[in-house]
């Protein structure tokens, strides 16, 4: 599998942002997809995923209630749709893929800057 991330951008606090992942490979439907990202100083934290099969989600309390994962299976795309931007926000987001039941995510993508000023 490899993963490719766009959608960063400087946005405005309350902003929105979309963040996009296309991957290539087979079977997706083994893996989990997952958005993680790694502010400045700090270390790299989970954000959101999502199963490729299934579509069950999974979101880490800064992101729940702001953020929406997806997947676009004919496209083979995974979104993040950010809402309510906060500057904490602000950080490298990566797109990752691990293959479901694994602890650890194995597969990165590059990373898509998210800048969010106050």
């Known amino acids: 599998v490899q993963l490719q991330a766009s959608g960063g951008g400087l946005v405005q606090t309350g902003g929105s942002l979309r963040l996009s992942c296309v991957a290539s490979?087979?079977?997706?439907?083994?893996?989990?997809m997952g958005w993680l990202r790694q502010a400045p100083g700090k270390q790299r934290e989970f954000v959101a995923g999502?199963?490729?099969?299934?579509?069950?989600?999974s979101y880490s309390d800064s992101a729940k209630g702001r953020f929406t994962v997806s997947r676009d299976r004919p496209k083979n795309t995974v979104h993040l749709q950010m809402n309510e931007l906060k500057p904490e926000d602000t950080a490298l987001y990566y797109c990752?893929?691990?293959?479901?039941?694994?602890?650890?995510?194995?597969?990165w993508g590059q990373g898509t800057l998210v800048t969010v000023s106050s």
């Open positions: 990752a893929a691990k293959v479901r039941g694994a602890s650890e995510y194995g597969v």
């Open positions: 490979g087979r079977a997706l439907s083994r893996f989990v």
């Open positions: 999502i199963t490729w099969s299934e579509a069950i989600t």
